[in-house]
């Protein structure tokens, strides 16, 4: 006999303000319903997801306002300038069409 596992899923979301704050900090998590939550707020706010389970566990551990612990700071720099420069390209696209 096999068990069917249904993986909930899984969200994280996070803050960096420069002025406030030496590193980014944890602003919202949870499972199922709360991260479905999550990630439709990033969608109406036009905030890439970016997928990474491994970093995903790892944040999941921290608790919300905590500063991302200093070994995270490469991975989550990585992923930062990846959602900035998607978020510079589609500014250029929104004015190449204006």
């Known amino acids: 006999m096999s068990k069917n596992i249904?993986?909930?899923?899984?969200?994280?979301?996070?803050k960096y303000e420069q002025q406030k704050s030496i590193a980014p900090v944890v602003q919202a998590k949870g499972t199922?319903?709360?991260a479905e939550n999550i990630l439709e707020e990033a969608k109406k706010h036009n905030i890439p997801v970016q997928e990474d389970q491994a970093l995903l566990e790892i944040l999941m551990e921290l608790e919300l306002n905590e500063t991302i612990p200093e070994e995270l700071y490469e991975v989550v720099a990585e992923v930062l300038a990846y959602v900035y420069?998607?978020?510079k390209e589609e500014n250029?696209?929104?004015?190449?069409?204006?």
């Open 85 to 87: 420069k998607l978020h």
């Open 92 to 98: 250029k696209n929104v004015k190449n069409t204006t």
């Open 6 to 14: 249904i993986k909930r899923k899984k969200a994280v979301a996070i």
């Open 32 to 34: 199922g319903l709360i």
